[in-house]
Structure formats: structure tokens, C-alpha cells
């Protein structure tokens, strides 16, 4: 009998959300699929149970009453959850689909995001990813991307970013380099070495070199006769070569580090970084598949999060 009077209560209460909802006893049974007086009987047990009014009957209009109001928002919040729980559920029991569209700066895809794809690709086989390695702005609508990955801080408050590491800043050299023009021991020594530029695609101007010195950060307009467009990459390729002094992430050389290619310079001016943001708008995260891949990555970058 408690099992059944609390059923009862259950489809009550759905009941009632519908009649507070439509503000009317006719359209709530219209969208429940039952009679009326079926509707008017559930909310009487209803307001007999919880020994209150829920509603101001009149011939015109059905309003809550105040005890009612508090009491709908209770329910409508429960019902809710319910539904969620009900949602991820389902997801759980169903495999994950669709084509995934993300823009990732070169650098980044290359070292973070490009190695983690096969192993994504392994536990969500219905998934596709189509990755665009670029180092331009995207724009969401008219180019149809999902997803996001930028440097540097969020302009656009439409979209939600997710911050997925802070990523260090080095100077590096090459060896040849360094002994042919000596190493700069102070930020002033840089105005007399070439110093490598990358040029941001978005503003067109020279990326200023970040450092550190007695806990305040200095921004430095370095100078250089060789700059490179679009491709942050082709940066590592010129310092290797010996053309010039490079401020750049730690991530992307760490192997020419290991094997000497490359050497760190001016560490105690170290210390200096800059943020790597996964960026989407906020309906994007109601696909399913695109919510597994976003929980994706935080899931495997989470080491470098863990830096921030």
C-alpha cells in the first residue's frame, strides 16, 4: 500500500508541473493523455497529502497559490534532475556518434592533441574527428566548428572556455648559434643578437617575448631580419639552423633540448607562460558525442591542467 500511495504522489506531481506549467487543468491533461477530472482528482489527492491549496480555481484562470509556487519550483527542480539521471543513463547504455569538427594551433595539435586521436578513436570507434591545424581564429557558425583549442586569453564571451594548461616559455639557441654570437646574459643583451619572430596571424604583428624578473613580468618587442608566418613551427626550424635567438614553449622542444640541437639560455629570467583554452559554445556541450570528447581531453591533459 506505501508503495502504491507513493506512486500515486509521483504522478501527482507530474500532474501538477503540467496544469502550473500550462495554467490550465484542460491543456495539462491534453499533454498527459488523460481526462480532465482524471487531472482535477490528482491534484485533489495531491493538496490532501500536503493538507494545502496548490491552486486558485476560478472560470477563467488556474493560478498557483503562494504555497504553490514555492512547491512547484521544488518539483520542477526534482523532475529535472530526474530527467538528467534518466539522459546519462541512456548515454551510458548507447555508443557515441557523429563527426567532430576542432580547430587546434599548430603546435598544439601537433605535441598535445594529434597524439591522443588513435586512443579516442579506440574507445569511441563511432566518432569521427576532422582536425584543422591552423593558428587563425575560427569562426564557430560560419565555418561549422564544434571545438576550439587557442592560446592567449578569451575574447569572445559567447563561448565557454575550458583552461587545459599554462604553457612555460623558454629561450633557446642553437649551439653553433651561441658560439659564434655568445649568450646574452641579461634581456638588454637581446638587442644585440637576431632574435626569431613569429608573426600572430591574428593581429599581424610580432609576438612579444615574455620574462621574468624579480616576480614581475616584462613584455619584450625583441628584433629580428627573419619572421615566420602562420606556422610556429618553422620558428624551431630556423633556431636549429642557427638563425637566431627564440622565445618559444617548452613543450615543442623538449626532444632538441634532450639531444642537444637546441640549448636553454637566460633561465633565471624564466618562469613566464602562456594559456591553452579549449573553447566551444555552450549548446555544443548538449551533444553527446562532442561532450565525450571534450571530458576527453580534460581527462588526458589533466597533467598539464594540474601545472595551472
Known amino acids: 500500500m506505501a508503495q502504491q500511495l507513493k506512486r500515486m504522489m509521483f504522478s501527482s506531481v507530474e500532474l501538477f508541473c503540467l496544469v502550473a506549467e500550462n495554467e ?10 488523460v481526462s480532465p477530472a482524471a487531472v482535477s482528482r490528482s491534484i485533489a489527492r495531491l493538496e490532501k497529502h500536503l493538507a494545502t491549496p496548490l491552486f486558485v480555481r476560478t472560470t477563467r484562470q488556474v493560478r498557483l497559490t503562494p504555497q504553490g509556487k514555492m512547491y512547484f519550483e521544488e518539483c520542477k527542480q526534482a523532475l529535472n534532475q530526474i530527467l538528467e539521471a534518466e539522459q546519462q543513463l541512456k548515454n551510458q547504455k548507447q555508443q557515441p556518434s557523429g563527426l ?3 580547430s ?18 579506440q574507445q569511441y570507434p563511432a566518432i569521427e574527428v576532422d582536425v584543422q591545424l591552423t593558428n587563425k581564429n575560427v569562426d564557430f557558425i560560419a565555418e561549422g566548428y564544434d571545438l576550439a583549442i587557442r592560446g592567449r586569453q578569451l ?10 594548461e599554462q604553457a612555460e616559455l623558454i629561450v633557446v639557441a642553437s649551439p653553433q648559434y651561441l658560439k659564434k654570437f655568445g649568450i646574452p646574459q641579461s634581456i638588454e643583451d637581446l638587442q644585440h643578437h637576431q632574435c626569431i619572430q613569429f608573426v600572430l596571424p591574428s593581429t599581424g604583428k610580432n609576438v612579444p617575448w615574455l620574462f ?14 627573419i619572421r615566420c608566418l602562420d606556422d610556429i613551427l618553422g620558428t624551431i626550424t630556423l633556431a636549429k639552423h642557427s638563425a ?16 642537444g640541437e637546441l640549448i636553454e639560455i637566460l633561465t633565471k629570467f624564466s618562469g613566464t607562460s602562456r594559456p591553452f583554452s579549449l573553447l566551444y559554445p555552450l549548446k555544443k556541450h548538449e551533444s553527446f558525442h562532442i561532450r565525450v570528447f571534450i571530458d576527453f581531453l580534460i581527462k588526458e591533459l589533466k597533467p598539464q591542467a594540474e601545472l595551472i
Open 24 to 33: 490550465s487543468f484542460s491543456k495539462a491533461a491534453l499533454h498527459a493523455g
Open 100 to 102: 567532430i569538427r576542432i
Open 104 to 121: 587546434v594551433p599548430t603546435p598544439y595539435g601537433h605535441y598535445r592533441i594529434l597524439p591522443l586521436l588513435a586512443k579516442f578513436s
Open 155 to 164: 575574447s569572445d564571451s559567447n563561448l565557454i572556455a575550458r583552461q587545459l
Open 212 to 225: 621574468n624578473s624579480n616576480h614581475k613580468i616584462i613584455e619584450y618587442q625583441s628584433t629580428g631580419k
Open 244 to 259: 637566431g635567438l627564440l622565445q618559444t614553449y617548452r613543450f615543442i622542444v623538449e626532444k632538441e633540448l634532450q639531444n
